[in-house]
């Protein structure tokens, strides 16, 4: 998006905000990035947030953007999980929307576990979600692992997967490895079923490639839970549809 487009829907998106309905202004996002990536992938939409008198945080998840210097194989769910938790008590945080991007699902949802007096609505765009209404909220992807073990054993043997080659080159300045305990693993609630009173809201891409996620969409919509909507673009989400992800927070703010 080039940066007079960005300006141009800075400033209806902050007219929106100042004569649309009232929103509840104490209302924190906090945004949980993908897999490789770091918190500067939200930059686009937390400055159009900002711009329209809304508090974000954008978690840096260890390995990866501010905290790049924690990378590992080592690093798993828990540690993201963490450090979305930290970043919410450190912050005195009590009424949240958690928004999180592709992998950033998986501590998303670890982090809501833990965090459910504090989280008021959650948000995934093309995220993976908790499906099954069980203590095992996201099973770990076994057959994806096995298959990454027999077809490129050198990743397997390091433990980190590298930033894939098809990410853009503007995302894939910023990026850094992966670990595999991170990106195959279960996802399993310390504290029971997640409660169904924090507004659910899965978003997907119409044009993404990874059809896992139109997938998870489908059975969010049919377990009556979440309410499902769509969004222009692929699977880079804030490049293809930053002012549409904008607006459906802005709407979610302020209900």
């Known amino acids: 998006m080039s940066r007079c487009l960005r300006e141009f829907w800075v400033a209806i998106v902050t007219m929106s905000a100042l004569f649309g309905t009232p929103c509840a202004a104490e209302r924190t996002f906090v945004f949980v990035h993908g897999a490789w990536v770091g918190e500067w992938y939200w930059d686009p939409i937390v400055e159009m947030l900002d711009k329209a008198g809304h508090p974000s945080i954008a978690v840096s998840l260890s390995g990866h953007g501010t905290k790049g210097s924690l990378n590992g194989p080592e690093i798993g769910i828990e540690d993201h999980a963490n450090d979305i938790i930290s970043a919410v008590q450190e912050h005195e945080l009590s009424d949240i929307v958690l928004v999180a991007h592709s992998y950033g699902g998986r501590p998303a949802i670890k982090a809501w576990d ?5 989280v008021s ?8 979600a908790p499906i099954p209404q069980s203590e095992l909220a996201v099973r770990a992807s076994s057959r994806a692992l096995a298959f990454l073990v027999m077809s490129k054993p050198d990743i397997a043997d390091s433990g980190m997967y590298p930033v894939p080659s098809y990410l853009p080159e503007d995302v894939r300045r910023g990026s ?8 195959y ?47 222009s673009g692929g699977h880079n989400v804030v490049r293809d549809a930053t002012p549409e992800m904008t607006e459906i927070l802005l709407e979610i703010a302020s209900n």
């Open 176 to 183: 850094m490895p992966q670990s595999l305990k991170s990106l």
């Open 121 to 128: 609505s959650v948000v995934f765009f093309e995220a993976i």
């Open 185 to 231: 693993g279960e996802v399993r609630l310390e504290n029971g079923v997640l409660p169904s009173s924090p507004k659910r809201t899965y978003v997907y891409a119409t044009e993404s490639k990874a059809p896992a996620f139109r997938n998870t969409a489908i059975a969010l919509a049919e377990s009556g839970l979440w309410e499902v909507r769509a969004i």
């Open 114 to 118: 833990s965090l459910r007096d504090q």
